[in-house]
Each structure stands twice: as structure tokens, then as C-alpha cells.
T-cell receptor, first 109, second 113 residues
Framework: QQQVKQSPQSLIVQKGGISIINCAYE??????FPWYQQFPGKGPALLIA?????SEKKEGRFTISFNKSAKQFSLHIMDSQPGDSATYFC????????FGAGTRLAVHP | DTAVSQTPKYLVTQMGNDKSIKCEQN?????MYWYKQDSKKFLKIMFS???????INETVPNRFSPKSPDKAHLNLHINSLELGDSAVYFC????????????FGDGTRLSIL
């Protein structure tokens, strides 16, 4: 049973546009919500993370929006660049990470 | 300086063989993990060790046996390899078990012929 549902599966964005990836979950026991970025041939790398006591966190061009009542959180990439082309994973955290299925982002020049 | 390093990077072997993957971290972390990423890129935790003690053991066949000789190392031994074991295996580490950033290695791509 998938504990976190991530959408879309793939995303194509023009350079300079906004990329938005969404995740929804059911179990409210989790209290740590990270996003990981993975390039081909590399391991996932932590991009940004949020805890449920805040509704938004911004780091540079990357923003997490968190809606606790709706049990949803999303990643926004502003001014998307070709170098952002990668697979993005949301995750639910406690003593382990439970990953979403991933979103393959392609940013076209 | 590689923070989490895995060897080998690629492993190609026959069905039925036994193989090991090694992982070392130089971050001073006390918790280490093994994840499996399948062909659809789905990432799932297999095991977690904290200070050399097994703390998470997901539903993984007994053919998979992790071993942590010290806090900086976590190895994975796989017996009687099957076709379905083909995947990329990632080692990761964190400082603490709860809600801490995890640092991943670059993976070991295991291919079973």
C-alpha cells in the first residue's frame, strides 16, 4: 500500500518557468517531510525539508508548501533551469524515510 | 572527499551466486541504512543500524544479511541471488535516527544474469 502519493509522474517545463510537484499522505504519525533530488547515476540528495509546525519553507528557488489539514505538501521550483532536470522524490520521515514514486522533471532551454 | 562511499559501483553476476556490497561513511554519523531502488526508480528502505545495532528490518528475504562492524561501516551480503534482486542498492547515513537528513552514496547497480 502506497503511503505517499506523488504527482505528476513526469513534468516538462520551459526554462524560467515554475515546476510544481505534489505529494499526499494518509498517516499523520510522520512529522518530517523532505524532498530529495536525484541525478542519473547518483544517489538522492536532500534538497529541502519541512516540519509540520510551519506551512512554508523557502531556500533559494525552492519552496515547500505544507497543508497539514489536507495532508498534502508540494515542492515549487521557481525560475526552473536546465540544470534542475532530475528526478524528485518527496518522503515521509520518522525513523526511516518512506519515499514517493518520484517525478522526472525536464527543463527545456 | 566522498561522504558515503559504496563498493563496487557495478556488480554483474549469475543467479544463485553470493555477493557482498560494502559501505563506508566519513561523516561521523551513528545511523546507517540500506535502500533498494527498482527499475521504476521506486526507493524502499531495507535495513537501518544505529551504533552497530539493527533497528529497522523491513520485509526483506533472509537471503539478505546486513553487518555493521563499526559505526562507519555497513555491509550487505546477499545469498543465492535471484533475478528479482536486480536493482540499485543505496547506502545512506544520518546523525540520529529520528527526522534527520540522510546522506546517500552513489549506489551499487546489481545485475543478475
Amino acid at each position: 500500500q502506497q503511503q505517499v502519493k506523488q504527482s505528476p509522474q513526469s513534468l516538462i517545463v520551459q526554462k524560467g518557468g515554475i515546476s510544481i510537484i505534489n505529494c499526499a499522505y494518509e498517516n499523520t504519525a510522520f512529522d518530517y517531510f523532505p524532498w530529495y533530488q536525484q541525478f542519473p547515476g547518483k544517489g538522492p540528495a536532500l534538497l529541502i525539508a519541512i516540519r509540520p509546525d510551519v506551512s512554508e519553507k523557502k531556500e533559494g528557488r525552492f519552496t515547500i508548501s505544507f497543508n497539514k489539514s489536507a495532508k498534502q505538501f508540494s515542492l515549487h521550483i521557481m525560475d526552473s533551469q536546465p540544470g534542475d532536470s532530475a528526478t524528485y522524490f518527496c518522503a515521509l520521515g520518522y525513523n526511516k524515510l518512506i519515499f514517493g514514486a518520484g517525478t522526472r522533471l525536464a527543463v527545456h532551454p | 572527499d566522498t561522504a558515503v562511499s559504496q563498493t563496487p559501483k557495478y556488480l554483474v553476476t549469475q543467479m544463485g551466486n553470493d555477493k557482498s556490497i560494502k559501505c563506508e561513511q566519513n561523516l561521523g554519523h551513528d545511523t546507517m541504512y540500506w535502500y533498494k531502488q527498482d527499475s521504476k526508480k521506486f526507493l524502499k528502505i531495507m535495513f537501518s543500524y544505529n551504533n552497530k545495532e539493527l533497528i529497522i528490518n523491513e520485509t526483506v528475504p533472509n537471503r539478505f544479511s546486513p553487518k555493521s562492524p563499526d559505526k562507519a561501516h555497513l555491509n550487505l551480503h546477499i545469498n543465492s541471488l535471484e533475478l528479482g534482486d536486480s536493482a540499485v542498492y543505496f547506502c545512506a547515513s544520518s546523525q540520529g535516527q529520528i527526522n534527520q537528513p540522510q546522506h546517500f552514496g552513489d549506489g551499487t547497480r546489481l545485475s543478475i544474469l
